[in-house]
């Protein structure tokens, strides 16, 4: 299995490209069972994971949940897995954009799983996450799951409705961003929570209650965190949705500095986007999301007049630098030093997460002179 990781990750990097990484038990869904109808059966799909209710209610940890690995008997099976997995991790850094957290329960969702019902459960698997994925790569999760960590790791009590403040950079908790499987879907039985996506381990945080989750304060835990926001649409629901639709998409992809989704999933929802006419009249047309009934404009971009809403969210999709003014001094001494000054704008939704390679190329006829530049294009604002 590591050897397939391995060559997968391998032409990731031939390709020159970078790859999220994701890791889970059942990436078809089998196991998902509905939740509503059964009474919250749980099919449990991690190796050495307990069957059943009982365990889930405890948070007790059993000895059938540890690995029987010399050496390694005081790790659960999906510990030593990530520890296998953290060797590659390391080899393949380079060609790693992030890498989803997402282990538990069907699909690696996080949500029908005896572990993901336990503050317990988020915070071991986010400790091991944190030593194994190199420290240069965010690591995506729910926001839920990232402040019961937090409240077990340092005796917080943060909640959707006592929000965690931005993490301080460089911090354990500046690692992790936000991946959403049903990105822009709104209304789940009135909750607006994107199919359970955005409040995803609300039980096990605050008062425990559905209720305590805020759409609002969702979107600022992500904005704040200030790192990957991402995932896959679902279906558009009916035409009284506005959530994953023009210019409420838009307006909120801006907000959360969405970075990434998925290219084929969900098609219906891609499909009302390339539908959407791009201009001032349609982007500018008041909204009023129904989770909190305050009336919203989104900003309208006039390069894109009269193209698609696909092609706008396409083209703003994590960070897009855009060269404003460059100027160079018209001539240097030997053994001089060059000057060079301008102004960049970043006008993705994004910001730069990763640390990049930085060049000066200086180009004359056919002579090619490259010089690396000791700069952070993180902190170009700082």
Known sequence: ??????????????????????????????????????????????????KGRAWYETGEVNKSDLCNVPGHENLNWIQYHLLQLGNVFSEYEDCIMAV???????????????????????????????????????????????????????????????????????SPAARFGMF????????????????????????????????????NAAMDWIRNQNNFYGGETVGPGDSGNIYPRFPNVVYEAAYARTTHLNTGYNQRTYKLWGDFIYNKQ????????????????AMFDPLYDGRSGMEYMRDRLGYRLVLREANVASSVKQNGAL?????????????????KKVSVILKNGSSVYTAPVDLDVRHLND
């Open 1 to 50: 299995a590591l050897d397939y990781v391995r060559a997968a990750l391998q032409k990731v990097r031939e390709s020159e490209a970078v790859a999220i990484v994701k890791f889970n038990y059942d990436g078809r869904g089998h196991t998902y069972v509905d939740n509503e109808k059964f009474n919250q059966l749980i099919h449990d799909c991690e190796p050495g994971a307990p």
């Open 339 to 355: 000057k060079f000054e301008g102004k960049i704008q970043n006008v993705g939704f994004g910001n730069i997460i990763n640390k």
């Open 180 to 215: 959403n499987d049903s990105y822009s879907a709104g209304s789940s039985g009135g909750a607006y929570n994107d199919n359970g996506s955005l409040s995803e381990g609300y039980a096990l945080i605050g008062n425990g209650a559905e209720g305590d989750f805020n759409r």
């Open 100 to 170: 989803k957290g997402g282990i538990f329960g069907p699909w690696g969702e996080m949500h029908s799983s005896s572990y993901a019902r336990t503050k317990e459960g988020y915070h071991w698997l986010l400790k091991a996450l944190l030593g194994y994925v190199p420290a240069s790569r965010s690591i995506l999760v729910h926001a839920g799951g990232v402040m019961a960590w937090h409240n077990v790791e340092y005796n917080t009590h943060y909640s959707f409705s006592n929000l965690m403040p931005p993490p301080a950079n460089d």
């Open 282 to 297: 349609n982007v500018t047309a008041p909204f009023t999301p129904p989770h909190d009934g305050v009336s919203r404009t």
